[in-house]
């Protein structure tokens, strides 16, 4: 993996070869510098422009809110909000999330889902199913396992 100098003033590792804290995300976004995931045919800048055209105009608007929220201090904190009204709101982390869109939903290559009812959300929060909430988009965490109780040990 290599940094190269990239559009924006973006510092641009194609290739990052590590998960993201983000799955299904192409890039994340820390300051400057942007790290696009490891994939076949994308070993170069030109490679990332290709494949993703308005990819790294996106990051370059979550680097803009890195610097304006105050770096990791502010901005982490107020992303990771963001992404949990987003995935309340319409079962994905990126669709009502403040971040992404004003980074542009598109050029960051997500889809919109439509927002669903916020009753039945936050009671399967607190009841710990959101399993049973309607489809979430691919690559979304959060999925509670089923409770299981421990049975005791029965006397012989
Ligand atoms: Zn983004």
Redesign the pocket.
């Known amino acids: 993996m290599t940094l190269v100098p990239g559009p924006h003033g973006l510092l641009v590792a194609p290739g990052y070869p590590r998960r993201f804290p983000v799955t299904g995300?192409a890039?994340v976004?820390v300051g400057e510098v942007v790290l696009v995931r490891e994939g076949p045919g994308l070993r170069t800048l030109a490679d990332v422009a290709r494949r993703w055209p308005a990819l790294l105009d996106?990051?370059a608007r979550?680097a803009a809110q890195w610097a304006r929220w105050g770096g990791p201090v502010g901005f982490l904190p107020a992303y990771a909000a963001a992404t949990v009204w987003s995935w309340l709101r319409t079962g994905d982390r990126?669709s009502a999330n403040h971040?992404?869109r004003a980074?542009g939903l598109a050029d960051?290559g997500?889809r919109e889902n439509p927002p669903r009812p916020l009753g039945p959300a936050l009671v399967s929060l607190v009841r710990g199913a959101p399993a049973r909430l309607p489809a979430l988009s691919r690559g979304s965490r959060g999925r509670a396992r089923p409770s299981r109780r421990r049975r005791r040990p029965t006397a012989a």
């Open positions: 995300a890039a976004t996106h990051e979550h990126h971040f992404e980074a960051g997500y």
